[in-house]
């Protein structure tokens, strides 16, 4: 998940100030974690209190509360200080940005054997979802996610059943089969490069108009830094659509060093404890490069 906190981080400054250029500085002093990253976090540790319904809605609140002017949404703000615990119908492209932690958690080793994605996995992302954003266009958008972070997971960490080989040095051909997989379930046209987006694109917050184009900046990108420069030279909502293509260019492709020591130091330490938190909840046995840790591992 670390990784849609470092796409968060890298597209926070353009927000309000689009561009449409791969050409600008990383991390400068005016980079910070927004929404993105708190939420983020906030699901994370509602998945390490149990990932139930309510453990998502005390963890969306308790940080919402604890960070509350990072650039929420009216209604998504309004919910976080009341007391209802309803969801608010959002179609919004918050349940993408999100998602991430859940796609982790998935079983690769589920999908080689049966050929299926991981109900349990995926009914833990539909959940975190829809306790706030249960419009179908907002769980759609956050589900897309999900499974793009899972198959690129499964595709680059070379996992393969007994019927097929491995594809992990045949990236190409992994990102066709992500990018068929989420037209075919999904509907989503990523058929467009972003050559012909870019021009036109403005920013949309919801996950029918950014959510695709997000995926689309991963499955044309060539390395985690390289989906990054395409997310924001989209000059549209920089720091959720570099949070979404970096949240799967991550398990395609895992963090550079120098790029995660850096982002970090941006990231508060009530969420760099989520981050360390996490990282003794989660080991990832198949793919021991792809997750973050505050000292990189050891060979």
Request: glycine share 8%; with cysteine.
């Amino acid at each position: 998940m670390f990784g849609a906190i470092v796409g968060d981080i890298v597209g926070s400054r353009f927000e309000h100030s689009p561009i449409k250029s791969k050409d600008f500085a990383l991390f400068t002093d005016e980079c910070r974690c927004t929404d993105d990253s708190v939420m983020t976090c906030a699901i994370a540790e509602g998945i390490m209190n149990g990932g139930d319904d309510d453990d998502f809605i005390d963890a969306l609140k308790k940080y919402g509360r604890m960070f509350p002017s990072v650039g929420y949404g009216a209604r998504f703000m309004r919910w976080v200080f009341s007391d209802s615990r309803k969801p608010i119908g959002s179609f919004g492209n918050g349940s993408a940005m999100r998602v991430s932690p859940c796609a982790w958690v998935m079983d690769c080793g589920f999908l080689a054997r049966t050929g299926f994605l991981p109900i349990v996995g995926r009914e833990l992302a539909e959940r975190s979802i829809k306790v706030t954003h249960d419009d179908e266009r907002g769980v759609k958008g956050g589900m897309a996610v999900a499974d793009s972070i899972f198959l690129a997971r499964y595709y680059f960490g070379g996992c393969h059943d007994e019927w097929t080989h491995s594809i992990a040095d045949n990236p190409r051909e992994c990102k066709r089969r992500i990018q068929d997989f989420v037209i075919r379930h999904y509907g989503y046209n990523l058929d467009l490069s972003l050559d012909r987006i870019r021009p036109s694109y403005r920013l949309d917050a919801s996950c029918q108009g950014s959510v695709p184009e997000a995926i689309v900046c991963f499955l044309e990108s060539v390395d985690f830094e390289d989906a990054l420069r395409n997310a924001v030279s989209l000059g549209g909502d920089s720091d959720t659509q570099a949070a979404i293509a970096g949240s799967i260019a991550h398990a395609a492709y895992g963090i550079p060093d120098d790029i995660a020591k850096r982002a970090l130091e941006f990231v508060p330490s009530p969420l760099r404890d989520v981050l360390e938190r996490w990282n003794d909840y989660y080991h990832p046995y198949d793919n021991p490069h792809l997750f973050f840790e505050h000292h990189p591992r050891k060979e």
